[in-house]
T-cell receptor
C-alpha cells in the first residue's frame, strides 16, 4: 500500500517570501503521479501542481514549483513570492497509474502567510 | 456544469438515521470519486465509479455505506444507521476518465454531523 507523509503540520511565511513544504511517499510502483492540492477554509480542494513520475523535469506553475527526487521518494512544493491568498491547507497526494487511480493523501500542512 | 457541485452543504442528523449525499460531477466526466475527510486529516478514498459501475469500492468502511450512479452522471452516497464516527466532510471529485494520471476536480464537500 502507498503512504504519503507530510512532516510539517504548520508553517508560516512572510508575504513576498519563499516557503517550501515537504512531502515523502512510499511505493513499490514505477509509474505514478504526484499532486499538491490547496484547501482554503471554503473546503474546495484546488489542484496546485502535478508531476508525472517518469518525467525527470520538475513541474512548475507560475509561483509554484516542485523538487521531485524519485530515488529519495520526495516531492516538495516551493511557493515563491508568497501572497496572502496562499494561506490554506496544502495536501500532497499520490496516485498509481492504472486501476482506479484513487488519490492517497498526506495529513496536510497548514500554511499561513503573514502580512 | 462549471464545476463539481455537492448537496447539501451541511447535514445534521441523529444517530441511527439514514442520510443521502449528492454529487453532480463536471458534465462529460465519466470518472467519479468519493472521499471522506475527518477533522485534521487528509481525505480518504471511499469509492470510484467509471460510468455507472462502481469499479473500486475498497474504501467503503462497512456495509452501512453504499453509493450509486445509475445514469453515469449524478452520484448519491448513502449511509444507513449513522454513527457519531461518521461525522466528517464528504468530498466528491470527477475526472474525464479518458486518460491516466488525470486531475481530479473536487466539489466543496458536504459536512455531516451525527449527533
Amino acid at each position: 500500500a502507498q503512504t504519503v507523509t507530510q512532516s510539517q503540520p504548520e508553517m508560516s511565511v512572510q508575504e513576498a517570501e519563499t516557503v517550501t513544504l515537504s512531502c515523502t511517499y512510499d511505493t513499490s510502483e514505477n509509474n505514478y503521479y504526484l499532486f499538491w492540492y490547496k484547501q482554503p477554509p471554503s473546503r474546495q480542494m484546488i489542484l496546485v501542481i502535478r508531476q508525472e513520475a517518469y518525467k525527470q523535469q520538475n513541474a512548475t506553475e507560475n509561483r509554484f514549483s516542485v523538487n521531485f527526487q524519485k530515488a529519495a521518494k520526495s516531492f516538495s512544493l516551493k511557493i515563491s513570492d508568497s501572497q496572502l491568498g496562499d494561506t490554506a491547507m496544502y495536501f500532497c497526494a499520490f496516485s498509481k497509474e492504472g486501476g482506479s487511480e484513487k488519490l492517497v493523501f498526506g495529513k496536510g500542512t497548514k500554511l499561513t502567510v503573514n502580512p | 456544469g462549471a464545476g463539481v457541485s455537492q448537496t447539501p452543504s451541511n447535514k445534521v442528523t441523529e444517530k441511527g438515521k439514514y442520510v443521502e449525499l449528492r454529487c453532480d460531477p463536471i458534465s462529460g466526466h465519466t470518472a467519479l470519486y468519493w472521499y471522506r475527510q475527518s477533522l485534521g486529516q487528509g481525505p480518504e478514498f471511499l469509492i470510484y465509479f467509471q460510468g455507472t459501475g462502481a469499479a473500486d469500492d475498497s474504501g467503503l468502511p462497512n456495509d452501512r455505506f453504499f453509493a450509486v450512479r445509475p445514469e453515469g452522471s449524478v452520484s448519491t452516497l448513502k449511509i444507513q444507521r449513522t454513527e457519531r464516527g461518521d461525522s466528517a466532510v464528504y468530498l466528491c471529485a470527477s475526472s474525464s476518465g479518458r486518460g491516466v494520471g488525470e486531475t481530479q476536480y473536487f466539489g466543496p464537500g458536504t459536512r455531516l454531523l451525527v449527533l
